[in-house]
């Protein structure tokens, strides 16, 4: 039976009628047509599905909309604003922390949770924030100099 | 890859929820759903209702009460190892929950939900098309077990991280259901058996674990064995705790059996003697024969016996001073 | 050489980072249309037999499907990317050759329905014996995979020159050695998709794919369609990764074009990642016996070779991947007397196809293995014995390519000194030891002939660029790469050239991405274009600032006389004065690109050249190893890398970056286990690729060589660099702990088992 959801995303309220078994990630992108979160295996084996739930980094394929229900989420179209790249995302353009993109959205959201709790991370921790976000093409060191480079911490990955 | 449909409920306490359980016996209890959703897109877990623990309250705490470090069953795994106190008087548990798949596992997985997984195997863990190449196993409803090649057993594997640790910390688990609230040993939840691992009865949740305050008068540790830093489930994972004072140690195991488990011949052995070079040439010898390792996963079980061994002889020198 | 150049060589972000950082990059499965249905593919259980029955009625009754197709209604057409390869058909006739062959589609009104329906087809199979070992499926009597061949063996190659038993005769130390190298998947992120719609009254088929071979595509589609290849078109959405996965039509192409065809509505079909694991491609495993011949000195008499490639169950690329795994064993060693046989095999597995490397992986890492076990035998540095044995340009080269440009010297001097090869080769304590590897590649099979590229270059009146390219970019960068070469051709900023790229529709004929031959083929074909524009402008405008057109330099937005930059127009003002003399706007250059060739195939039987140009590395590695576990863990990488010159040195780096932590994932985490004929470990968690945490420290040394023949002097970058981590790897674990692993992967239990040997000997 189909129930009525609330849903916060990047500060706006939908009220959207879903099946329970609908994932969170299945409401964001084929309910209300966010399709900067990306579905990599479905599984929560990848971290291409990483959305901010009440700022927390969370693999939405894992998650069932209803759950979301009264949080605030925050996909990767909520993270800049007023045209302007946020902080974060310019030093993944800069660096070149990105090939294929796919993957991309995942990892700066991540990004952002990881900058939101420790603003000055080491290298070794962003590695192990960062390594539920599978990436195929770049061997992770441009990703890493990216969010060292957004946290403006010198050094990165040698 | 779809859920399953099922009924969703989103009861406001422990009793509401316990009540639902009774009603519908083929009720699933969701927590972070880590575990849980990933084997119902697999379709080998199909429940008929979800009984959702996300507006449920007070439950998301870590505490010292009477002696005790008490921690709310969904209570965040992050917040667990992230806690002051935990991370630096119980190490066992803040690194095994540190060491629990990834990152994103570790804020969303709570610790209750982490104790309580389901036990794995690499033909449980399919999707249903994968599994239309055999018969259904007996863990997902059908006769056979494909790992033992023989009916009405199952041969799965219990591989969660935090399990052992807490073992070797001596935790106690608060389950709490129609009948009231019972305080246990953490090991008694633990059927041993592959298809219901769990021995909870009907209605009953895991509301609490509680940690005596003896707990952090040792050292201890735990050792993962997994082929990444992240996101796996451990090849082997060994927890060790041990007491200058006492003499005392103990080992806990998990990814080795159908459930966690104390290695206690070990243990026994190792009772008042000195951590040193006998007990530790000694440990090979007496973790084989500990648990009933079985090819559950992609894994050689010569691979798992020899990791049983190595992981404790590195925690014990861990205990020793070195690293 | 980068303050030559004002956008070429320079660390320009990719044209579409913008896009991808804020999710706003349009890849197929973001695709979405009015009354669009869903698809899902049902696939074999069992590893080989025949298809008694179907029976599609409670499926096709069930409310919200729309459609329903087995194998019985689809044209009889085989279709393959290589013509003379092709032995599949989109859904499977008559049997099934592998667990996960598509037997039949469905299309519903949302997908949850389409997976129900697909639970409720209903097929009688005959199981057949299968086989799984291509050294058992090659034997007399062995089940037969494909009707019509003989011994399951879909191609052999023999290539030869020189007189090899009389260089063996003449050797030094003469070793033979068996390697094995193991099934490898791609592991794309982006799960393979297709989105197809239909113009009833054109009768016209849209197909957005996620694919590396949009022209391909459309071939293979309008031949198993059965429809003018005019009324197909092919665009290339982003593309999340491909690896050589994406090389070939797949079931999802076919399916979703045709139920387009059938219902008039818009499909979609994308695939579960299980299915990417199981049913789309992987890397061939591949079994090589290698014999060489020594001079005292190290020096490189004759080798050869005996190659079975695992196929599994279809062709794919079957032919191509032989040829260049054996081609390319005649760089970047001069081998002066080869023999090469190899044997690609059917069995009833997932299929063998294009992945980075394409069956040169496999023959680079038995090579470069036993090259350093040789020089140990003969008491000799492996790094001194791959220098001496390095061919040089512009030599007579045995095989007959043609190679302008070499820095494989170099850079094996420039990797020994990066990673400390004097310091600590042999030196290190117990379990810690450094290693290397070299190798080579092509920048585009010259081999296949009418591989062109096309470009077209427009230039409006506003000064603003377009580019018109079929090349397919997959995440390497491919757009912005020749956005880049557009750029300083005409002189422009980077920034105001647009890319339109991948659309059979409106952007000219290219091959695709495949070989490395994008930046070279495509590359050239855009500068071309470019400078035919840039021609066209200086014709129009030479007299007005009185020179002859070839003294005209286009740079910094501005046209100006060689030697007088001061005088001069700016590019957007010369424009208008072409448009003003009323001449056709947008200013059109348009230009096609080939790498000089004969006939395919004529290289089996002569000498040749095989590439435009050849890409040259040595990579050396440093490891460390725990004793009591076995695990590796790679401490340092060292890329010592010719790509004659970076076009872009970020996204080169790039390349680099991930093409290390693909060779360390095949050296050391990576393994398709199959068990008869299933794959147990089709998950992202358990077919464990490397995460953040095992990555190691990587440094790059770019030796610039300025080929002649590249664009701007490019050569590949995004291959080669994947062929010699494993070995080099692999090299360092032999000076870790004095252990020869010659099967890939080593896994920690191979180590301990290993060590534990060792110890029972007494080593």
């Known amino acids: 039976m189909k129930k009525v959801l609330a849903l916060k995303v990047n500060g706006d309220t939908h009220e959207v009628l879903i099946s329970p078994n609908m994932t969170l990630l299945e409401v964001l992108r084929d309910k209300l047509g966010l399709m900067g979160t990306k579905r990599g295996c479905d599984l929560g084996a990848c971290g291409a599905c990483t959305v901010l739930v009440d700022g927390e980094a969370y693999l939405s394929c894992i998650m069932l909309a209803m759950d979301a229900a009264g949080r605030e989420v925050t996909t990767i179209e909520g993270l800049s604003g007023n045209g302007q790249l946020h902080p974060i995302q310019k030093s993944f353009v800069d660096v070149g922390g990105l090939q294929c993109g796919f993957c991309t959205p995942g990892i700066v959201m991540t990004a952002k949770a990881i900058l939101d709790e420790e603003p000055k991370p080491t290298e070794e921790s962003i590695k192990k924030k960062m390594a539920g976000n599978l990436c195929r093409c770049t061997g992770y060191k441009k990703v890493v100099e990216a969010v060292m480079d957004a946290a403006g911490v010198k050094g990165g990955l040698k | 890859m779809r859920l399953p449909k099922f009924d969703y409920r989103s009861p406001n306490s422990i009793q509401e929820a316990s009540a639902i359980l009774l009603e519908e016996p083929s009720a699933r209890v969701l927590a972070g759903g880590t575990d849980l959703l990933v084997n119902m897109k697999h379709k080998v877990e199909t429940p008929a209702v979800i009984v959702s623990l996300a507006a449920v309250p007070d439950r998301n705490y870590v505490k010292k009460a009477d002696g005790a470090v008490r921690i709310g069953a969904l209570t965040p795994l992050k917040r667990v190892y992230t806690d002051s106190f935990v991370a630096q008087k119980l190490p066992a548990l803040a690194i095994a929950a540190s060491s629990v798949g990834s990152y994103h596992h570790q804020t969303m997985g709570t610790l209750g939900g982490n104790l309580c997984q389901q036990t794995r195997c690499k033909f449980f863990n399919q999707s249903k098309w994968w599994r239309n190449s055999r018969p259904i196993c007996f863990k997902a409803g059908g006769e056979m077990c494909h790992v033992a090649k023989k009916e009405h057993v199952c041969y799965s594997t219990y591989c969660g991280d935090v399990a052992p640790a807490l073992l070797v910390l001596k935790a106690e688990v608060v389950l709490t259901g129609k009948a009231g609230v019972r305080q246990v040993p953490l090991e008694s939840i633990y059927s041993g058996e592959g298809k219901t691992p769990l021995t909870l009865q009907q209605g009953e949740l895991l509301t609490e674990i509680v940690i005596p305050e003896q707990a952090a008068d040792g050292f201890s540790t735990y050792r993962k064995f997994a082929n990444r830093g992240s996101i796996d489930f451990p090849i082997v994972g060994a927890a060790f705790w041990t007491s200058k004072k006492t003499g005392e140690s103990r080992i806990g195991f998990t990814a080795v059996d159908r459930k966690p488990l104390r290695a206690l011949q070990l243990e026994d052995f190792m009772k008042g003697k000195q951590l040193g070079s006998e007990v530790i040439e000694a440990v090979d010898g007496l973790v084989a024969k500990e648990a009933r390792l079985m090819l559950s996963s992609i894994d050689s079980l010569s691979q798992k016996r020899q990791l049983m061994g190595q992981l404790v002889k590195k925690a014990i020198g861990e205990a020793m001073g070195g690293r | ?763």
């Open chain 3, 1 to 763: 050489m980068e303050k030559e150049f004002t956008v070429v060589g320079h660390r320009v972000p990719m044209i579409d980072a913008a896009a991808k950082v804020t999710g706003s990059a349009q890849f197929t499965d973001d695709l979405v249309f009015p009354g669009m249905l869903y698809g899902k593919v049902l696939r074999s259980p069992l590893p080989h037999a025949k298809i008694l029955n179907i029976d599609v009625s409670k499926a096709a009754s069930l409310p919200g499907v729309k459609g329903v197709v087995t194998g019985a209604e689809i044209p009889d057409r085989r279709y393959g990317i290589v013509p003379k390869a092709r032995d599949e058909y989109a859904l499977a006739k008559g049997k099934v050759r592998y667990i996960g062959d598509e037997v039949a589609a469905v299309c519903a009104i949302d997908p949850e329905i389409a997976e129900e329906a697909i639970d409720l087809i209903k097929v009688d199979y005959e199981e057949l014996p299968a086989v799984f070992d291509p050294r058992e499926a090659i034997k007399e009597g062995a089940p037969i995979i494909h009707e019509g061949v003989a011994n399951n063996t879909s191609f052999a190659i023999r290539k030869e020159f020189g007189d090899v038993a009389k260089a063996f005769a003449e050797s030094a130390l003469v070793s033979e050695d068996t390697f094995y190298s193991q099934a490898v998947n791609h592991a794309p992120m982006e799960p393979h998709a297709a989105v197809a719609q239909y113009d009833p009254v054109r009768g016209q088929v849209v197909l957005w794919s996620s694919t590396q071979i949009p022209f391909f595509l459309r071939r293979n589609l309008s031949a198993t369609l059965q429809i003018p290849e005019s009324k197909v078109r092919v665009i290339k959405p982003k593309v999340g990764g491909g690896f050589g996965q994406k090389i070939d039509m797949f079931a999802k192409d076919f399916c979703a074009a045709w139920f387009a065809m059938k219902t008039g509505r818009a499909v979609k079909f994308v695939y579960e990642r299980d299915e990417v694991f199981i049913a789309t491609r992987q890397r061939h495993p591949m079994y090589l016996t290698v014999k060489t011949g020594m001079a005292k000195d190290g020096k490189i008499l004759a080798q050869q070779f005996l190659a079975h490639a695992d196929g599994g169950a279809y062709n794919s690329t079957a032919p191509t991947m032989m040829a260049l795994s054996c081609f390319f064993l005649m760089v970047p060693y001069h081998v002066p007397n080869l023999l090469y046989e190899g044997y690609h095999v059917y069995t009833n597995k997932p299929v063998g196809g294009a992945m980075r490397g394409h069956g040169i992986p496999q023959a680079r890492f038995a090579v470069e293995r036993q090259i350093d076990m040789m020089a140990g035998r003969l008491n000799l540095d492996p790094a001194e014995v791959r220098f001496k044995n390095s061919i040089k340009a512009g030599e007579p080269h045995p095989g007959g390519f043609v190679i302008k440009t070499c820095g494989f010297a170099d850079s094996v001097q420039e990797a020994a000194k990066a990673i400390g090869w004097q310091e600590k080769r042999g030196k290190l304590p117990f379990g810690r030891g450094v290693g290397m590897g070299g190798a080579s590649f092509p920048s585009g099979v010259t081999n296949m002939s009418h591989i062109s590229s096309g470009a077209v270059v427009q230039v409006g009146q506003d000064g603003g660029v377009n580019v018109l390219t079929g090349a397919a970019d997959i995440g390497q960068g491919a757009e912005t790469v020749i956005a880049q070469i557009v750029a300083e051709e005409l002189g422009v900023p980077f920034d105001i050239v647009r890319v339109t790229a991948a659309d059979t529709g409106t952007t000219p004929l290219d091959p695709g991405t495949f070989g490395s031959g994008v930046t070279v083929r495509a590359g050239n074909a855009a500068r071309i274009a470019a400078e035919s524009v840039r021609k066209k402008l200086f014709e129009c405008i030479a007299d007005e600032m009185e020179a002859n057109p070839e003294d005209l330099i286009a740079a910094d937005g501005k046209i100006f006389v060689k030697g007088s930059p001061d005088i001069n127009v700016l590019f957007t003002k010369a424009l208008k004065m072409y448009q003003y003399r009323d001449l056709p706007m947008p200013l059109v250059g348009r230009a096609s690109w080939m790498a000089d060739t004969k006939e395919p195939t004529t290289l089996f039987n002569e000498p040749g050249n095989f590439s435009p140009n050849y890409s040259f590395m040595t990579q050396a590695a440093e490891v460390e190893v725990d004793l009591d576990t076995g695990k590796v863990k790679v401490v340092k990488m060292v890329t010592a890398h010719d790509c004659g010159r970076p076009i872009n040195p970020m996204l080169v780096e790039g390349q680099l970056e991930g093409s290390i932590a693909g060779g360390m994932g095949q050296a050391l985490y990576e393994d398709v286990i199959v068990d008869k004929g299933q794959v147990m470990n089709p998950s992202f968690l358990d077919y464990g690729f490397p995460t953040a945490m095992e990555m190691p420290e990587m440094e790059s040394i770019d030796i610039e060589t300025d080929d002649p023949v590249g664009p701007f002097g490019a050569k590949e970058a995004g291959e080669g660099t994947q062929l010699s981590p494993a070995p080099a790897i692999v090299n360092a674990i032999y000076d870790a702990i004095g252990v020869e692993f010659n099967e890939l992967p080593v896994t920690p239990e191979k180590v301990l088992k290993a060590l534990a040997e060792k110890k029972k000997q007494g080593v």
